[in-house]
């Protein structure tokens, strides 16, 4: 998930002046309520330790945390929060935990914000550690907001759409190049992620008109797809941002981009490579590839 803020400023006025409560005044849903809370976390003691109050896009009950599950838990998203940046030659943002004992299903949700932080709620990252006992799917999850982070650094996506599908299918494919990286979560065969992304995909959606809509599950197969084949390139986020739109834009038309090399990141060895598997990203995106072929590609 995505959020965008603007005019931020004209509220971070309006919250010097009503620094005072928890009030329903303060939980209505705008834009700019996580940018708020930003400050917020720049002066302990104010909100959050007072109340518990987390932000507009949490429950009234939830709380934040520094800490997820064990320690051994806790240190390896900060692990991965580290290493994510580091990938992507960027510093690490904020993370913290939103835990709600007294709604727990209402954490189901990570939140990547415009002001530079993850927020990621405790009821996702259990569903998605019960996945697998390399906890690979929180891994991804983080690396998907991440990718939002960079797009607000960048001012990506490069491609617009109506809804926030290319934003999401983008942060899907910088989700699947983290884990191939080396320096990353290091998986070398597509099929030691594969699986795991299936978790992802199937909290999709297929609302193809909503404004937050993330893409079709075939479509983020396919994304995360040809995010894990740039892995095999040091890219930063521009360059990936290029070569991940020159050819997914003509993945979803159903036919390879052929676009002239103009641009300072077109890389002869990169399309040849792309290229080699644009029918293979054709058929995951279309749906005609099955289930067992796709968790088998290498
Ligand atoms: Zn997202």
């Known amino acids: 998930m995505k959020t965008n803020f603007k005019n931020a400023f004209l509220f971070l006025s309006a919250i010097v002046l009503t620094t005072t409560s928890c009030s329903k005044d303060e939980e209505t849903v705008s834009n700019n309520q996580e940018e708020i809370l930003s400050i917020v976390d720049e002066?302990?003691?104010?909100?959050?330790?007072?109340?518990?109050?987390?932000?507009?896009?949490?429950?009234?009950?939830?709380v934040l945390s520094t800490t997820i599950g064990t320690s051994a838990e806790t240190n390896f998203m900060n692990t991965q929060n580290s290493k994510i940046a580091a990938v992507w030659g960027r510093p690490a943002v904020p993370l913290r935990f939103v835990k709600d004992p007294s709604n727990p299903?209402?954490?189901?949700?990570?939140i990547s914000y415009g002001s530079g932080k993850i927020y990621y709620g405790e009821a996702i990252y259990n569903a998605a550690k019960a996945q697998s006992s390399d906890n690979i799917v929180n891994a991804m999850i983080l690396a998907h907001e991440f990718g939002h982070q960079l797009q607000y650094t960048y001012g990506l996506p490069s491609q617009n759409e109506s809804t926030a599908r290319a934003a999401e299918l983008e942060a899907d494919g910088m989700a699947g190049y983290y884990l191939r990286r080396p320096t990353g979560f290091n998986k070398t065969s597509f099929s030691q992620i594969a699986a795991a992304y299936e978790f992802a995909a199937s909290i999709g959606d297929n609302c193809t008109t909503c404004p937050g809509h993330h893409g079709l599950s075939y479509q983020r197969r396919s994304a995360v797809r040809l995010g894990f084949l740039l892995g095999a390139y040091a890219l930063n986020g521009p360059n990936f941002d290029y070569n991940f739109f020159y050819y997914y834009s003509g993945v979803l038309s159903g036919s390879y981009k052929q676009n002239a090399a103009s641009s300072e990141y077109f890389n002869p060895e990169i399309d040849a490579y792309i290229r080699s598997h644009a029918e293979e990203l054709r058929r995951i995106q279309s749906g005609e590839m099955s289930d067992e072929e796709y968790f088998n590609l290498n």
């Open 105 to 110: 299903s209402s954490t189901f949700n990570a």
């Open 43 to 62: 002066q302990p003691n104010h909100l959050e330790g007072d109340c518990g109050y987390v932000d507009g896009n949490w429950s009234p009950t939830a």
